[in-house]
């Protein structure tokens, strides 16, 4: 099966770079590096009705940020679906940050919660 050209542009992209792989360096130096690369793969930000800083309780007693996104007013008459979304990136890189525009384009173009 061939590859979907935009992932072949992507990585690309990436190849075009020539940083050194996540797993030659410390934790520090990737998520610095991932910080500062995240934005070349970024897209533009999707409106959105409302997006809400949430503080979500673990079971240890600290929490983690999160964020919400809503592609229109909340309606009890019809409820929107929704997605959990949680990057990857090994407990290391990434944030809510990174990941801001990717999760916009989910609501708004699935027409869900995140």
């Known amino acids: 099966m061939p590859l979907n050209p935009k992932i072949a542009q992507v990585l690309d992209m990436i190849e075009r770079a020539k940083r050194p ?3 030659h360096q410390t934790p520090q130096q990737a998520r610095a590096a991932y910080e500062k690369s995240a934005p070349i793969l970024d ?3 999707a409106p959105m009705h409302s ?4 503080v979500v309780p673990t079971r240890d007693g600290r929490t983690i940020g999160a964020r919400l996104f809503l592609p229109v007013a909340p309606s009890l008459a019809e ?3 929704a997605l959990v ?4 990136g090994g407990f290391t890189v990434g944030s ?3 990941h ?9 173009d699935a027409q869900c919660a995140v």
């Open 85 to 88: 979304y949680y990057h990857g």
């Open 96 to 98: 809510v940050d990174t």
């Open 79 to 81: 409820p929107l679906p």
């Open 21 to 23: 792989s996540y797993h």
């Open 51 to 54: 997006v809400e800083e949430c």
């Open 100 to 108: 801001d525009a990717l999760c916009r384009m989910f609501a708004h």
């Open 43 to 45: 897209v533009a930000p």
